[in-house]
């Protein structure tokens, strides 16, 4: 119907008057859980896994410091994603993939 009026989608949902769907209020909400929680627990994963993969340097304590003073730009970084973002499917696919791997780490370090 909107084809034969020479409309397309986004031109009808972007006049004044319409209300848009409801897939972007999802899409808001996916942003502020990917944003706030998910960055914060994402961000305290990493850091907590840092300590296994970091060499303990010439003191023995560089390995436990590193992951203290990167944590701000960690968690700044995965907080600015979501919101600049276009594609949110595949951010939320990179966050969840950063999960698993910071899991696997925490996992592999209490077994070996």
């Not at 209020?25 to 929680?37: F, N, Y």
């Not at 970091?54 to 994603?81: C, D, K, R, S, Y």
Request: hydrophobic fraction near 60%.
């Amino acid at each position: 119907m909107l084809s034969q009026l020479g409309l397309d989608a986004h031109e009808v949902f972007a006049l004044p008057g319409l209300k848009r769907p409801n897939s972007i209020d999802v899409e808001r909400m996916w942003r502020w859980v990917l944003a706030l929680p998910g960055a914060l627990i994402i961000s305290i994963l990493v850091m907590a896994s840092f300590p296994m993969i970091l060499p303990e340097g010439a003191g023995g304590v560089n390995h436990l410091v590193f992951p203290v003073l990167a944590f701000p730009l960690i968690w700044a970084t995965l907080i600015i994603l979501p919101v600049s973002s276009l594609h949110i499917r595949k951010l939320a696919m990179i966050y969840g993939g950063l999960l698993a791997l910071c899991l696997t780490i925490i996992a592999l370090s209490f077994v070996v």
